[in-house]
């Protein structure tokens, strides 16, 4: 790996130090510190400003905050790329604790490339921890720098240095291993060093990630993982910065200075009991970590298959999870993306050997491949290969690259080139059939430079269909139907033909058809747990408030569901198992515990939802956020060709009988289709019409305006926006 010895030396003439801010190092106080680190780029300038007591009351911390604060900085005019725009990196007040799985998450707010309006991201690593025991509960970016910065934060020292570093080639795996260098005193030090990075591949499309980093001292490598959807990344390179660098020592059980420690210990030796003693026989997230679902969703027809025509394959078993548990290194301490994590679901496979693109021949560690990453390359684009999985998924990662932005991208124009829409001469010789690796690994390294074909395919599916159209005359209603985006958002991995909830959680969710807001198709398509409209509206309600919760207090999801009590399914039933009770009492304690404050089920869904509805509400101050705009891809819903619809044709058949009443006899495929169709699309408005009802929103997906002042969330300039759309 020569090069990243030299790589700051060769630049050290046009280093220069920009500005330096000192800071009384932070004092943590159940939870928070009341402060944020504002920052901007275009001026050089550093400051404190307060966390404001109204703001902290209403939105209670982490994505809540940065939405709030997002909303302040920029206007309805706003465009991703302008020097208002902010990336702010969010802590939250839960965040931190040591005695708890899952509490090292940074949720990260910033406008979206590919969407328009606002986008959150949650991502593990250990900043979010490093800089709020520094004393920020927020990092809020703003502005452009003139050449590539860095951004250093030394929490112990209490001092922000920004630094030009300009022509050092921004790919993440190098980068975060010279720069740990760099900073750390020695080896042990560090583990006390996290950074963000991204790479070319975020500079030259719109699917751009964020990296956070921290330090695997057992493998003494760096270790990373994504802030992925909506191009974030693309914000971050476009306002020139490199990396932000963290550096804390001295995280400990009281770092947080919690209220009630021993509700937090309580809480967190019931967890460790689980993760302990039950992993192994229910998700095995501590062997392969979220890849132990594609065999789930190959067996129950939800794995994506040819830009999600099918929901199964024959040779998914080359990707299966017990291949995954073969190549991932097993009973790593370092899989543990935050201190006292249990459930360590980072796997990494180590000394992988590359076969293409600038690092060709070197032997590397990958970190993953994540289920959604193995079900994106693996059977969306129908390459049943694992080796083909890790050679994208760390080409990604080290470009800065969406793993499901890109794959989900490349599955459609995949299609487009079977059906004749785009061909070698558009591709520039790109042969880009299902299954061909040699081509969608050359797209990866195209997208990541901004060259050939890729420069097209680095815009993401929205604009792709729109240069399709306008530019080589393609049906518009047909790239419409098969283009898996919504709100201008890929889609991520999973087939919802037979999930009309899922379908709901994917177009009515804020930032686009993202499963972190709502996971519902083993609850609705295989437990068959809520059949009703109401059932399906009540869950498309509680779930997604209750998921925006980890967000706003720094937490992550896996350790609520991916393992549970033994008798929970006993205990409970339908949604209420769902729900996990124990676990939810273990957040209870949490939060009462760190902040001091008594909290109730009901009244954590409360602080949810009033974060959910500002950003729904900021949406619609973008010029979104109405129905319009929750309307998903047919394909998402049901066949759209008949190749499709042959492939399970009994199924489609029964349902046209029994369900609509259709006399199928002597009728064509297209004939089917059609009136499946009508009436799948008729089921999908009709949730619609539920799920807003439910959600205190009017008929056309806008928060009313009783619903906004029961919240608490009537500011002035709310009720301006709102009293627009009043009919």
């Known amino acids: 790996m020569e090069g990243k010895e030299s790589m700051f030396e060769e630049n050290k003439d046009n280093q220069k130090l920009l500005t330096s801010f000192e800071f009384e190092p932070g004092k943590v106080e159940k939870g928070y510190t009341d402060r944020r680190l504002y920052i901007n780029l275009s001026e050089n300038k550093i400051e404190e400003k307060p ?97 590539d910065v860095i951004i250093f934060i030394d929490g112990n020292k209490g001092k922000v240095i920004i630094e030009e570093v300009p022509g050092i080639n921004s790919d993440t795996y190098l980068l975060i291993e010279k720069l740990t260098e760099k900073y750390a005193d020695d080896e042990k030090d560090k583990r006390n060093i996290s950074i963000v990075s991204s790479g070319r591949g975020a500079e030259n499309t719109n699917l751009g990630i964020l990296n956070v980093s921290w330090y695997d001292a057992h493998r003494k490598k760096v270790r990373i993982k994504q802030a992925g959807r909506g191009g974030t990344g693309s914000v971050f390179r476009d306002k020139k910065i490199l990396a932000i660098v963290v550096k804390y020592s001295g995280v400990n059980a009281g770092s947080n200075n919690a209220a009630y420690p021993e509700l937090l210990k309580k809480a967190g030796q019931r967890l460790t009991k689980e993760i302990l003693g039950l992993d192994h026989i229910q998700n095995g997230m501590r062997e392969t970590g979220t890849v132990n ?23 998914a078993f080359k990707i299966e999870n017990k291949v995954w548990y073969q190549r991932m290194t097993q009973n790593q301490a370092g899989d543990s993306c935050w201190m006292g994590c249990a459930m360590r679901c980072s796997h990494a496979v180590d000394e992988f050997k590359l076969a293409t693109g600038p690092l060709k021949g070197e032997k590397v560690l990958v970190d993953g491949p994540e289920y959604e990453t193995a079900a994106g390359f693996g059977g969306n684009c129908g390459c049943f290969d694992p080796d083909f999985v890790l050679e994208a998924n760390f080409y990604c990662d080290n470009y800065g690259m969406d793993t499901i932005g890109v794959s989900t991208t490349m599955a459609f124009l995949m299609e487009c080139y079977e059906n004749n829409i785009i061909n070698k ?77 899922q379908q709901g959680g994917y177009g009515i969710a804020n930032k686009g058809p993202q499963h972190d807001e709502s996971w519902l198709i083993f609850m609705d398509q295989v437990n068959n747990q809520i059949p009703t409209f109401e059932d399906k509206a009540e869950a498309l309600h509680y779930f997604p408030l209750f998921r925006t919760w980890f967000s706003i207090v720094g937490l992550c999801k896996l350790p609520w569901n991916d393992i549970e009590p033994e008798d929970n399914k006993q205990k409970y039933h339908g949604m209420e198992a769902a729900k996990v009770p124990e676990h939810l009492e273990n957040y209870c304690w949490l939060f009462e515990g760190v902040t001091g404050k008594h909290i109730s089920p009901e009244e954590l869904i409360l602080q949810s939802e009033r974060v959910h509805n500002l950003q729904r509400l900021f949406n619609l101050k973008m010029g979104f956020g109405t129905r319009e705009h929750d309307i998903i891809p047919y394909r998402a819903m049901g066949p759209v060709t008949a190749e499709e619809y042959e492939s399970r044709k009994e199924f489609y058949d029964q349902q046209l009988k029994e369900i609509i009443k259709f006399d199928i006899k002597d009728k064509t495929t297209e004939e089917k289709i059609k009136n499946l169709r009508d009436y799948r699309e008729e089921q999908y408005q009709k949730l619609c019409d539920a799920v807003y009802k439910r959600r205190g929103w009017d008929s056309n997906g806008v928060p009313t305006l009783e619903n906004i002042k029961k919240l608490k969330i009537d500011f002035p300039e709310v009720i301006e926006l709102v009293k627009k759309y009043q009919s």
């Open 51 to 147: 966390i404001d007591l109204q703001v902290k009351e209403t939105f209670t911390g982490g994505r809540g905050y940065g939405i709030w604060y997002l909303w302040d900085a920029v206007s309805s005019k706003t465009k991703w790329n302008d020097p208002e725009n902010e990336i702010i990196f969010c802590t939250g007040p839960i965040c931190g604790v040591t005695q708890y799985s899952g509490t090292g998450k940074t949720h990260v707010v910033t406008l979206s490339p590919e969407t328009g309006t606002v986008n959150d991201n949650n991502v593990g690593g250990y900043l979010a921890p490093f800089l709020k025991f520094s004393g920020w509960d927020l990092l809020e970016i703003q502005g452009k720098a003139k050449e």
């Open 293 to 315: 679902l594609l065999d789930h969703m190959q067996n129950y027809n939800c794995l994506p298959v040819h830009n999600y025509k099918f929901g199964s394959h024959p040779d």
């Open 425 to 501: 001469e558009i591709t520039e010789g790109l042969e880009l059939n299902f299954g061909n690796i040699k081509a969608a690994l050359e797209l990866i390294h195209q997208m990541a430079k901004g060259k050939g074909f890729g420069k097209i395919a680095g815009l993401g599916i929205r604009q792709i269909k729109k240069i399709l159209v306008e530019k080589y005359g393609a049906d518009a209603e047909f790239l419409q139907d098969i283009g898996m985006e919504c709100k201008g958002m890929e889609f991520s991995e999973y087939v919802t033909k037979e999930s009309l909830a």
